[in-house]
């Protein structure tokens, strides 16, 4: 079955202990994303990514590390977390950058206390 | 930067009466417009998608619609069933862009 896969999908932690998020897809996608979801917000764009070894900032990038190095996984990683990154977090891929749709994982609720 | 907004916030139906959302934008060079559904603990899926040569487009009980001259467009659902209670976001982006910008998102209920 075609998916992107999050883990964990619940996670609390403490200010200031680093944390990965992974996300795989099966699809060989090309490009894969970040986004958090904020009430009222909608989801904004952390970081993405076109390709192996290629990544680059979206619209809320602060406090938030990225890595591709294999077509399949885009980690996220929280070096330093605070209670303002506590939020619903996913991980989304889509086939090429002509506007293919995204295809999203089930999400990472998170809590930074 | 793009910036899409998005009305209503909540929005409750019967079941079997039309249900429309609308959005707006502010990058004129915007011409990719997708909707997506997330249904309760799940990731957003896309339902419906429209490009800016297009007016309308149409898929079974929805439909969206462009006014690229006002920069708005709107999802419209009609004879509503109790599925199609979700939260649905509205995004635009440019062709070849990897910027995709979404609205705040609307919380539909259906009623029975």
């Known amino acids: 079955e075609a998916q992107v896969t999050q883990n964990p999908r619940y996670l609390i932690t403490v200010t200031g202990k680093k944390l990965t998020v992974t996300c795989s897809q099966n699809?060989?996608?090309?490009?894969m994303s970040w986004y958090r979801q904020d009430p009222g917000l909608g989801l904004r764009q952390i970081y993405y990514?076109?390709?192996?070894?290629?990544?680059d900032k979206g619209d809320v990038p602060e406090g938030y590390k990225v890595s591709r190095k294999e077509k399949r996984n885009f980690p996220l990683i929280l070096e330093s977390p605070s209670p303002n990154q506590t939020s619903l977090y996913f991980c989304a891929s889509s086939s090429d950058r002509d506007n293919s749709p995204l295809h999203f994982g089930n999400g990472t609720r998170l809590t930074v206390t | 930067g793009e910036n899409v907004e998005q009305h209503p916030s909540t929005l409750s139906v019967q079941e079997g009466d039309s249900a429309v959302i609308k959005c707006t934008y502010s990058?004129?060079?915007?011409?990719?417009f997708p909707w997506y559904k997330q249904e309760l603990g799940k990731g957003p899926q896309l339902i419906i998608d429209i490009r800016s040569n297009v007016g309308e487009k149409k898929d079974q009980r929805i439909a969206v619609t462009l006014n690229k001259t006002a920069k708005h467009f709107s999802l419209h659902i009609t004879e509503t069933q109790p599925e199609d209670s979700a939260v649905y976001f509205c995004a635009a982006s440019i062709t070849n862009d990897y910027k995709l910008s979404f609205g705040a998102g609307t919380t539909v209920t259906v009623r029975a």
């Open positions: 990058d004129s060079a915007s011409n990719y």
């Open positions: 699809m060989n996608h090309e490009y």
């Open positions: 990514s076109m390709n192996v070894e290629v990544t």
